[in-house]
């Protein structure tokens, strides 16, 4: 059954519904469906083992969320399938985010999930450490004979170098994918959605994730850390945070690498990971010049 079918066909709907898909997903298949006087959003996604995503963790997530007015409310929920309301907003692009009045509304999201949704998650919760990720999708490149093998060792002895410097962290729960889509403008106020990769995690990765996935220029990431923090980012702070940052990076290219192999999403997974990686590098070489 295609995304198009089982969106059509759940359980939810009390007549038939026409599912209009909507682009831009890289992990799931969305769509927008009218039924009756009201207009809904549908994601059609299972689990992906080889990206930690297991769609429980997530629906939790997204009620946890709901209830602390970050996302929209949760509808619906079957096998593979969530039904929320639908938002009617503007998708943030990355330009967006940089701009420092929007920084200014995005902070306080960021800080309501770390601080209010530990609260309000039910039942088992996952952790996202990044450095696991990228040891599981090191060994899952290996599984999948990846055309990428031969830069894995290096990549994976840069990974624990960065692990070192990051140090002891702090636990919050953390939106963990902070792309400038997962970011909606209503006109009034901002919304927060796909909560995919939830989970607890060290604050400095949501930071770095928002810095790296929109390209923040250096004077912004200060000015996020120190709003956040309420403290002068100091040559610590800024050291453990350019880690993170080059973490989130080597994540996102090997979250790329996996799905060369294993999506059948109509996306150029290869271009994303070239585009990424190259941005990986760039940070690398800055946080050794540090």
Not at 54 to 63: D, G, K
Not at 83 to 112: C, M, S
Request: charged fraction near 25%; hydrophobic fraction near 40%.
């Amino acid at each position: 059954m295609t995304a198009f079918e089982r969106a059509k066909s759940l359980g939810f709907w009390s007549s038939p519904v026409n599912p209009v898909q909507i682009k831009g997903g890289i992990t799931n298949a969305n769509f927008r469906v009218d039924a009756g006087d009201r207009r809904y959003f549908v994601r059609i996604g299972d689990d992906i083992p080889v990206h930690g995503v297991m769609r429980f963790n997530e629906l939790a997530a997204s009620h946890a969320a709901a209830r602390c007015g970050l996302s929209p409310q949760v509808r619906h929920a079957e096998s593979g399938a969530l039904v929320f309301d639908f938002i009617e907003a503007r998708t943030y692009g990355a330009e967006d985010v940089r701009k420092r009045g929007n920084l200014e509304r995005i902070l306080p999201l960021i800080q309501r999930c770390h601080r209010d949704m530990p609260r309000e998650v039910r039942g088992p919760a996952l952790i996202f450490w990044v450095f696991h990720v990228l040891r599981d999708y090191a060994h899952s490149l290996k599984d999948g004979n990846s055309r990428h093998l031969h830069a894995l060792a290096r990549l994976m002895g840069i990974a624990a170098e960065l692990e070192e410097i990051v140090g002891s962290v702090d636990i919050v729960y953390g939106h963990n994918d902070l792309l400038p889509s997962n970011l909606l403008d209503d006109g009034e106020r901002l919304w927060l959605i796909d909560w995919d990769y939830a989970g607890f995690n060290s604050p400095l990765f949501d930071l770095a994730n928002l810095c790296s996935n929109n390209e923040l220029d250096l004077e912004s990431e200060i000015w996020l850390l120190e709003a956040y923090f309420d403290r002068r980012a100091d040559d610590d702070l800024l050291r453990r945070y350019g880690a993170m940052k080059c973490a989130s990076l080597l994540r996102e290219t090997l979250w790329s690498m996996i799905s060369e192999i294993h999506s059948t999403l109509d996306f150029d997974y290869a271009a994303y990971t070239a585009e990424n990686l190259a941005r990986f590098e760039r940070a690398y070489t800055d946080l050794s010049h540090r």
